[in-house]
């Protein structure tokens, strides 16, 4: 669906307007977990907006033709403004989003869950790094891929409690099948950050494999890869972008030594410190294709990019001092959301291995 420049520019104006009813009103105490039944009514709402396509037809929601720059640059901005309200919102939204997206290309829009989750990070080990050269086409060890990601390991990550519908990659046959995995939630443990979701253990009642021709599915993986590691940036984008509001507000308030913190140097360099961070981020996402050599950037520059945005997060709970740390003011759960973030599909590790493994069969350096 192509939209115009009218188009985009209502939604904007539309999703500004949701997410200022969902700050005043759902998440007003954004220092505290929201509790499990407004969550998911934020959830529903912002779905019935329309922001994330549940249908067969295409639609203007998260993800959808994103193949064309600014359909691409909406979805980007619109995980942004949700995750400057709630970074768990955000992420579920995403990934609800991710999940309708894989079942439209697996013909399966059938499958009556409004809110399914996604997995895409498999065993934790270091034998992800082998993904880069399935993706390229080289020679792969298939038994690191299928321990990676097994089809019929255990299944756990962030995700709500009433998630019923677990999509997942398997390597299997020497190409990536998708799992499609009903069941439930059976244990959820508190996380570091991302109060919301918790760490979940899904239980399968029943499993569906569907296969692609591995050229297809080649692209599909990379593409889904692609996109979550575009929209978590955009997410921790979001949680910095409020952090360093916060901090500017706390700055221009806080007094010592005779005079607002604001006015000291210390103070405008970490302020500076954070802009920085943001305005790397915010080229990258500006350049980025849904192509090849998007997924390369990408690819090289996510390490980098994560590192510069805990940074600002750091930098901006020491503007707060020892208030910073604190759970009465917010940014200190914040600060807890950036971090997790950073290591969902795929960790520094991991990352590097990936780049690694890239740049040996393209030639390129890292």
């Not at 955000?90 to 809110?115: C, E, N, W, Y």
């Not at 298939?142 to 390597?171: I, K, N, W, Y």
């Not at 945005?309 to 750091?314: K, M, S």
């Not at 001092?321 to 917010?330: A, F, T, V």
């Amino acid at each position: 669906m192509q939209l115009s420049d009218e188009d985009i520019v209502m939604i904007d104006d539309s999703l500004r307007h949701l997410c200022k009813d969902l700050a005043a009103a759902v998440f007003s105490r954004p220092e505290r977990a929201c509790e499990p039944e407004p969550f998911v009514r934020a959830m529903n709402l912002v779905m019935d907006q329309g922001f994330v396509n549940t249908d067969e037809e295409s639609g203007c929601g998260l993800w959808e033709a994103c193949g064309q720059a600014p359909q691409l640059a909406l979805t980007l901005r619109s995980l942004t403004a949700l995750a400057r309200v709630n970074a768990a919102l955000a992420l579920s939204l995403h990934r609800s989003a991710l999940a309708h997206f894989v079942l439209r290309q697996l013909g399966r829009t059938d499958m009556g869950v409004s809110h399914p989750g996604i997995c895409l990070h498999g065993r934790h080990g270091i034998g992800r790094g082998e993904l880069a050269n399935w993706w390229r086409g080289q020679p792969v060890d298939e038994a690191v891929l299928r321990d990676v990601l097994a089809p019929d390991r255990p299944f756990s990550g962030l995700m709500q409690p009433q998630t019923q519908l677990l999509l997942a990659p398997a390597f299997t046959k020497g190409t990536m099948a998708w799992l499609l995995i009903q069941g439930q939630v059976k244990r959820v443990e508190p996380g570091h950050g991302l109060d919301e979701l918790h760490d979940g253990a899904f239980e399968p009642a029943q499993v569906q494999v569907i296969a692609l021709p591995e050229q297809q599915a080649r692209a599909l993986s990379m593409d889904i890869w692609h996109r979550e590691w575009l929209g978590l940036l955009a997410i921790q984008q979001g949680c910095v972008q409020q952090m360093t509001e916060m901090a500017r507000q706390f700055s221009a308030l806080r007094f010592q030594g005779g005079r607002v913190i604001a006015g000291h140097p210390a103070v405008q360099i970490m302020l500076s410190d954070m802009q920085m961070a943001l305005t790397d981020v915010r080229t990258v996402l500006a350049g980025q294709a849904l192509n090849e050599a998007g997924f390369a950037d990408l690819l090289r520059a996510r390490n980098r990019l994560n590192d510069g945005l805990a940074l600002a997060a750091n930098v901006a709970m020491q503007t707060f001092g020892g208030l910073g740390y604190m759970r009465d003011n917010g940014i200190e759960k914040r600060w807890r959301d950036v971090n997790h973030l950073r290591q969902q599909s795929g960790g520094a590790l991991d990352m590097q291995l990936m780049s690694a493994n890239w740049c040996s069969n393209t030639g390129a350096t890292a």
